[in-house]
């Protein structure tokens, strides 16, 4: 059964470019959350999803970012018009439940750098 | 104030010692309470779900405790190695959310051969 998968693991993009990261959950799981991380710094909730669904996009900035799962395919965080500001981590994870008491597991991020 | 606080920020400790990682935490009432640890340019690996009716979870070489009276949890790891070295994060869900995770900014961990 394999993990959650992210790709690209890494990606550059030139100011004002887009970038399209992508996370296909574990096999069963119906629920996926976005979190972005600084370096040296925590986890930071994005956004949660479920099947067409977006649940919670309280940390999500209102501009230029969006999210998707759509019901065929993987998640998809967009990023457009991108700034350096935007170069960071950003993590996937699905669970099967709900976060609150379903495990969730942790894709092995994509790193975007923003030059 | 964050609703998670851990302690210490950083720790370094020579491989084979024991160590424990205390989380403050404020929500309540709470569901569960959760220890990650992330390697390194890795994602988060889940290593322990407490219930609020837990007091002790181990799993290996990692023991958590839990007391919901003073809403404090610790992580001790044991005979530590090398391969311990990483951040350590506690986890707990939002009171007002059902799936809101708070995340504490962890304890990054160092051992020393």
């Known amino acids: 059964n394999a993990g959650v998968m992210q790709n690209p693991r890494h990606l550059v993009r030139r100011r004002g470019q887009e970038a399209r990261l992508r996370c296909s959950p574990m096999?069963?799981?119906?629920?996926v959350y976005w979190y972005r991380q600084l370096p040296e710094e925590g986890l930071k909730f994005m956004v949660y999803?479920?099947?067409?669904?977006?649940?919670?996009e309280s940390g999500m900035p209102k501009e230029r970012f969006s999210a998707e799962f759509p019901k065929e395919g993987p998640s998809i965080l967009r990023i457009q018009q991108v700034v350096r500001g935007d170069s960071a981590a950003y993590f996937c994870?699905?669970?099967?439940?709900?976060?609150?008491?379903?495990?969730?597991?942790f894709g092995e991020g994509s790193r975007l750098t923003v030059l | 104030k964050n609703q998670v606080e851990q302690s210490p920020q950083s720790l370094i400790i020579l491989e084979g010692k024991n160590c424990t990682l205390q989380c403050n935490y404020t929500v309540s009432p709470f569901s569960n309470l959760r220890w990650y640890k992330q390697d390194t340019g890795r994602g988060p690996v889940s290593l322990t779900i407490m219930t609020f009716s837990e007091n002790t979870k181990s799993n290996g070489r990692y023991t958590a405790t839990l007391d919901a009276d003073t809403k404090q949890s610790s992580l001790h790891i044991t005979a530590s190695q090398l391969s311990d070295s990483a951040s350590y994060i506690c986890v707990v869900p939002r009171r007002d959310s059902n799936y809101q995770l708070i995340w504490g900014a962890g304890t990054k961990l160092i051992i020393k051969p």
């Open positions: 999803l479920q099947k067409e669904n977006i649940i919670d």
């Open positions: 994870a699905s669970s099967r439940y709900d976060p609150n008491t379903g495990e969730l597991f």
């Open positions: 096999k069963g799981h119906s629920h």
